[in-house]
């Protein structure tokens, strides 16, 4: 096996040579580079597993507000919402949407989650992942598959850009995490492995330019709520690639485009609340109420 993995031509080519899925692939090479077996490489991933599940119990039965008070109960709204009336798109929907919540108000309570890519994206991944494992009823193996997929994926990614709003934008955060998502959903639902990389292309490509501008410098708007429609973006381009519809331009190009779409950034638009959502009237009257 090669080890130097660091892009998905490479990746696919690995997987249509040995004819092993990603997820044997990286948990090879993740055993490899850190001189120990695959089994505590699985074993350490579920761990994550464990804690993202944790999180998302604690999300649920939580009105806990953040220390700024803008964030915190919004998971227990929807989840009444849904309790009086269903999801158009049915149960599914409704858990990766309050999973998805519930973890990132955990996040902002600053309370144990799972960095996926980063914090300020902690809520799409688990949710995801998560959501389909209950409603799919599929087996700890096969959840581990999927997060070993996901990080697969963002593993790739990180060899070009920091998975950072400061460097690139909010696409390097919550877009990177939608695009791994898309991946671990497609390995959940047993498709190919050249359909979880088309996967994470189409996701990821459909974010390209996505900014990085918390009001008041904090985690907590829009990020709460981005991290929900993110998680259900993944969804849609899971759908796409599963139909063998493909992105037109190659993953790794697509990766190549956010790169320098990151470069061409503002900086105000990266992490510095200085434009954006953090520049509009109520943006800066927050970030005054918050500093008296």
């Given at each position: 096996?090669?080890?130097?993995?660091?892009?998905?031509?490479?990746?696919?080519?690995?997987?249509?040579?040995?004819?092993?899925?990603?997820?044997?692939?990286?948990?090879?090479?993740?055993?490899?580079?850190?001189?120990?077996?695959?089994?505590?490489?699985?074993?350490?991933?579920?761990?994550?597993?464990?804690?993202?599940?944790?999180?998302?119990?604690?999300?649920?039965?939580?009105?806990?507000?953040?220390?700024?008070?803008?964030?915190?109960?919004?998971?227990?709204k929807l989840k009444e919402k849904y309790n009086k009336k269903p999801a158009l798109f049915g149960k599914l929907y409704e858990k990766?949407?309050?999973?998805?919540?519930?973890?990132?108000?955990?996040?902002?309570?600053?309370?144990?989650?799972?960095?996926?890519?980063?914090?300020?994206?902690?809520?799409?991944?688990?949710?995801?992942?998560?959501?389909?494992?209950?409603?799919?009823?599929?087996?700890?193996?096969?959840?581990?598959?999927?997060?070993?997929?996901?990080?697969?994926?963002?593993?790739?990614?990180?060899?070009?850009?920091?998975?950072?709003?400061?460097?690139?934008?909010?696409?390097?955060?919550?877009?990177?995490?939608?695009?791994?998502?898309?991946?671990?959903?497609?390995?959940?639902?047993?498709?190919?492995?050249?359909?979880?990389?088309?996967?994470?292309?189409?996701?990821?490509?459909?974010?390209?330019?996505?900014?990085?501008?918390?009001?008041?410098?904090?985690?907590?708007?829009?990020?709460?709520?981005?991290?929900?429609?993110?998680?259900?973006?993944?969804?849609?381009?899971?759908?796409?690639?599963?139909?063998?519809?493909?992105?037109?331009?190659?993953?790794?190009?697509?990766?190549?485009?956010?790169?320098?779409?990151?470069?061409?950034?503002?900086?105000?638009?990266?992490?510095?609340?200085?434009?954006?959502?953090?520049?509009?009237?109520?943006?800066?009257?927050?970030?005054?109420?918050?500093?008296?």
């Open positions: 096996m090669e080890n130097n993995i660091n892009t998905f031509e490479k990746l696919l080519k690995e997987c249509t040579t040995s004819g092993k899925k990603v997820y044997e692939i990286m948990q090879e090479k993740e055993a490899s580079d850190f001189e120990i077996t695959v089994e505590e490489v699985r074993n350490k991933v579920y761990k994550n597993i464990t804690a993202m599940k944790s999180a998302i119990l604690r999300g649920l039965s939580s009105k806990e507000k953040s220390y700024s008070g803008l964030c915190g109960d919004d998971c227990f990766i949407t309050m999973y998805s919540l519930a973890t990132m108000e955990e996040n902002l309570r600053m309370n144990t989650i799972v960095a996926c890519p980063t914090a300020g994206s902690c809520g799409i991944v688990p949710s995801v992942i998560i959501a389909l494992s209950e409603e799919k009823k599929i087996t700890q193996e096969e959840e581990i598959n999927a997060l070993i997929t996901a990080g697969a994926i963002g593993y790739i990614i990180s060899a070009k850009v920091a998975m950072a709003g400061a460097v690139a934008g909010c696409q390097a955060e919550c877009g990177v995490a939608s695009a791994m998502s898309a991946g671990a959903i497609v390995e959940i639902l047993g498709g190919t492995s050249k359909q979880i990389i088309n996967a994470s292309t189409l996701a990821l490509k459909n974010i390209l330019g996505l900014t990085c501008d918390p009001v008041a410098g904090l985690v907590e708007i829009p990020c709460v709520k981005r991290n929900v429609f993110l998680a259900v973006h993944a969804i849609t381009a899971a759908e796409l690639a599963l139909a063998d519809i493909e992105s037109k331009i190659p993953s790794d190009e697509v990766v190549d485009a956010m790169v320098q779409t990151g470069q061409l950034m503002s900086p105000l638009l990266k992490e510095t609340s200085k434009g954006g959502l953090s520049a509009t009237k109520s943006g800066i009257l927050y970030n005054r109420k918050l500093m008296d």
